[in-house]
């Protein structure tokens, strides 16, 4: 938790939104007060006093905002055996059985992406390789768990193949994030500085607990690095209407400013990865699996009237076009305000219903790229759009970029570079008509998202990042490893300087 407090920063040359606006296209110095921007000037044209950041010459943005977050789970992910680059269910077996044994008595991996596995998990063989030590998988999309028989007895549960799918895979999620507050937190806190060093100054927190009492607590053990808007899930929604929540209201009991009331999130399908996402065309191999529909259009309606009637945003989760046409027409008919989460495969006529209904997409463009390969296989006959960024863009949809952590790393540059150029690691780009100018990529990665974005003005507050290259001019490379000389919190140094 750093104290430095800025007043100004000498000698930056401004990009990102806002800066269209520059007195000239040179140097600046910005002066800063009470967590805001209160001048912008050539340099040297204003007496600097208090504490000068120096900029020498690096490029000044508005602060990045990661808008869908995990937070505990994305945490935790770094303490649990890293599955990302297992193949095979045999090696991720494997990797478990020589795995560390934690003070609770199970073995946890995460991260591991079965779909172009070879051989399929069986609870045969994770139980030969993992004996009686409870073993649990967690999935990179956390939309399902591969456990062996020891782990399915802990959490009372059965599977004929180990593996548990959807809202069984979230319950024992959950009980997986039930460790102790001092080991969670701790993890929360580095997630945090390792973000603002990425360049990070909020997120938006879609942790499937209890969020308001978590965020209290972390707030009350003096956490300070990032900016937090904290979802509400069905189950405690009359808590939250009883307490009168309303989105964008600060936390309850804290003076400091840092953490809102976010939106009520529904998850209304499932996943490509697990062949659940709701789609109008069957998935390959069965005509009659056209994934799962987790909440039914009256449902997910009766939800929306009940948050818009307390004040409540919603960010709904549809993945599958079925389930992003049941979504608009619930916003539609309710006229409930928020965002579709994930937006992932979108029919045609659907596109142009976001800005109509002025109900933005909260999209995750890296996994696009994570998995173009299985939209490939999997969608291949489907008549929808994957992955659309360009065409809702064009469309007049507001775009907010995240990361999904722990699905993805939680580094907005990734992002960004995944939609302006649609390819990494050297592949020819994938669909690269849905790429977006880098304008729009780093506006959709600020606070106020691709059509209100954060800008650098006078008035605006203080949250900045200073970068040691221009993003504008970057390649796919570049705008992967920007470089981030120092990110401010309201004018406070939460990273570098």
């Not at 990009?15 to 921007?37: N, W, Y």
């Not at 974005?453 to 040691?468: K, Y």
């Amino acid at each position: 938790m750093n104290a430095r407090h800025i007043d100004a920063i000498a000698g930056v040359r401004l990009a990102g939104p806002g800066a269209e606006r520059a007195p000239t296209t040179g140097l600046h110095d910005v002066l800063l007060a009470d967590g805001r921007i209160v001048d912008i000037a050539p340099a040297g044209a204003l007496r600097l006093t208090g504490d000068v950041l120096p900029g020498d010459g690096a490029f000044l943005i508005p602060g990045l905002w990661d808008h869908h977050v995990h937070v505990g789970q994305a945490a935790l992910t770094a303490l649990r055996v890293d599955l990302a680059d297992v193949t095979t269910a045999a090696a991720a077996a494997a990797v478990m059985a020589d795995a560390l044994v934690g003070p609770d008595g199970r073995r946890v991996g995460a991260g591991f992406r079965d779909a172009f596995w070879p051989d399929a998990p069986t609870l045969h063989l994770l139980d030969e390789r993992t004996g009686a030590v409870p073993t649990y998988l967690v999935n990179a999309d956390l939309h399902s768990l591969w456990l062996n028989s020891a782990a399915l007895a802990r959490e009372g549960m059965t599977s004929p193949d180990g593996v548990l799918r959807e809202e069984a895979a979230f319950e024992v999620s959950r009980r997986l994030g039930a460790v102790p507050a001092d080991l969670v937190d701790a993890a929360v806190a580095d997630l945090a500085r390792r973000a603002a060093a990425r360049g990070v100054v909020g997120l938006v927190d879609l942790d499937m607990a209890e969020n308001e009492s978590v965020w209290q607590r972390r707030r009350a053990d003096g956490f300070d690095t990032l900016r937090v808007r904290f979802g509400i899930y069905p189950e405690h929604l009359d808590r939250a209407l009883a307490a009168g929540l309303v989105t964008g209201d600060p936390l309850r009991g804290d003076t400091g400013d840092l953490v809102h009331v976010g939106p009520l999130k529904v998850i209304t399908d499932g996943s490509l990865g697990t062949r659940t996402a709701a789609c109008s065309v069957a998935y390959p191999g069965d005509p009659h699996d056209h994934g799962v529909l987790a909440v039914d259009p009256e449902t997910l309606r009766d939800l929306l009237i009940r948050a818009t009637g307390g004040g409540l945003a919603a960010a709904v989760h549809a993945i599958g076009d079925d389930a992003v046409r049941h979504a608009l027409d619930a916003f539609a008919v309710t006229g409930a305000t928020g965002t579709i989460e994930h937006a992932q495969l979108v029919a045609a006529a659907d596109v142009p219903r976001f800005a109509r209904l002025d109900v933005a997409a909260s999209v995750q463009p890296a996994h696009a790229l994570d998995d173009r390969d299985l939209t490939d296989s999997l969608w291949a006959a489907q008549t929808a759009i994957p992955y659309p960024l360009r065409a809702l863009a064009d469309g007049g949809a507001a775009l907010f970029f995240g990361s999904d952590a722990p699905v993805s790393t939680l580094d907005p540059w990734a992002a960004i570079a995944a939609a302006v150029h649609r390819t990494r690691d050297g592949r020819e780009p994938w669909r690269p008509d849905e790429a977006v100018p880098i304008a729009v990529a780093l506006a959709a990665s600020t606070a106020g998202g691709s059509l209100r974005p954060s800008e650098i003005a006078p008035g605006a507050v203080a949250d900045l990042v200073l970068t040691g290259a221009d993003p504008a001019a970057a390649d796919e490379r570049a705008l992967r490893e920007m470089p981030v000389v120092a990110t401010l919190l309201g004018g406070r140094v939460t990273h570098g300087g």
